[in-house]
């Protein structure tokens, strides 16, 4: 049996597969003019509803707004009654990423938007409170903090990090700008973390997931 990663038409059957609504093709548009990290793409999207359907999450927070594509995404998977928790140091994305959440006519008390860089909100935010941290922005925006993140989650919850196989930098040694060493740390510290069970899903940028055991 074959290991080997999909191929592009494989990639463009997967992408094609997780059919996005109206929103998420608007919030797409808008996000591709934004500065900052991608968005995720849509079977990446889909892996993280999915994700977020299986551990019937209702308190999510996702770093990084990417213009609202994974939020969308997210909430598709989140209970009813969940709320998403966003923050972002950049204004501009974080406006794009609540017209993108009224437009697909999500009640304003389904989500959370927060201003500020990853360090100055994890304090305020409250440890083993969440089901699944979604890192949606670039790794240096918060590799040095992964283990306040991972404390975030509760036992049995995960952690998903969208993009590290963009660009396939991280597995070329000549690669060593700092976005990819953040990643290279990133990585490092979830294979090794010990209360972590961890995978890279060879999908889109690439998602690094991990389920909290203990």
């Known amino acids: 049996m074959s290991t080997e990663a999909p191929g592009r038409d494989g990639a463009a059957y997967a992408d094609r597969f997780a059919a996005e609504t109206p929103a998420l093709i608007s919030a797409r548009a808008r996000a591709a003019r934004l500065t900052g990290a991608p968005p995720v793409t849509p079977a990446e999207g889909a892996t993280l509803a999915v994700l977020a359907a299986g551990a019937a999450a209702r308190t999510v927070v996702s770093i990084g707004s990417g213009g609202g594509v994974a939020g969308l995404w997210l909430l598709e998977g989140m209970r009813p009654d969940g709320v998403l928790t966003v923050l972002d140091s950049d204004a501009e994305a974080l406006r794009a990423t609540r017209r993108a959440f009224a437009e697909a006519g999500h009640p304003p008390g389904r989500t959370r938007m927060i201003f500020g860089t990853t360090g ?71 294979r090794e973390h010990e209360d972590l069970t961890s995978a890279v899903l060879p999908i889109g940028a690439g998602l690094l997931v991990a389920t909290r055991r203990r």
């Open 120 to 190: 100055e909100v994890l304090p305020r935010l409250s440890s083993g409170a969440y089901d699944m941290v979604v890192c949606a922005g670039a790794p240096t925006q918060y590799a040095v903090h992964l283990d306040a993140l991972v404390e975030l989650v509760r036992v049995g919850g995960t952690v998903a990090c969208h993009g590290l196989l963009d660009g396939d930098r991280i597995a070329d040694p000549r690669a060593r700008d700092d976005q990819t060493a953040a990643w290279r740390d990133v990585a490092r510290a979830v």
